[in-house]
Nanobody, 123 residues
């Protein structure tokens, strides 16, 4: 099983920065990619893609955060961070860490989620 624990959320003013971290642990054979999704507080809002990073280091970003957010991982690949700059009220959401990986040899890929961390951008 894979365990994901997010941290770093909080309340900030527009224009400020925040850095989220996701600690990855547990038994896993191979991780295909690690990333972040978010869900705005309004009822009925969907969980949407923010950013992801692959094992070779290449990353993808949603258009809404491109140029402002940067995803990265450490050398041991046990954590993944999301540096969020120039935050705006529309960035307010619960941010979830996501892992797509293979737990056992010969098995297919699976998706795992953290519990989420709240980010609020307000004056």
């Amino acid at each position: 099983q894979v365990q994901l624990v997010e941290s770093g959320g909080g309340l900030v003013q527009p224009g400020e920065s925040l850095r989220l971290s996701c600690a990855v642990s547990g038994s896993v054979f191979r991780i295909n990619h690690i990333g972040w999704y978010r869900q705005a507080p309004a009822p009925g809002n969907e969980r949407t893609f923010v950013a992801t990073i692959f094992m070779l280091g290449n990353a993808l970003y949603a258009e809404s955060v491109r140029g402002r957010f940067t995803i990265s991982r450490n050398s041991a690949e046990n954590t993944v961070d999301l540096q969020m700059n120039s935050l705006q009220p529309e960035d307010t959401a619960v941010y979830y860490c996501h892992v797509n990986g293979i737990l056992n040899v010969g098995a297919g890929p699976e998706d795992f989620w953290g519990q989420g961390t709240q980010v609020t951008v307000s004056s």
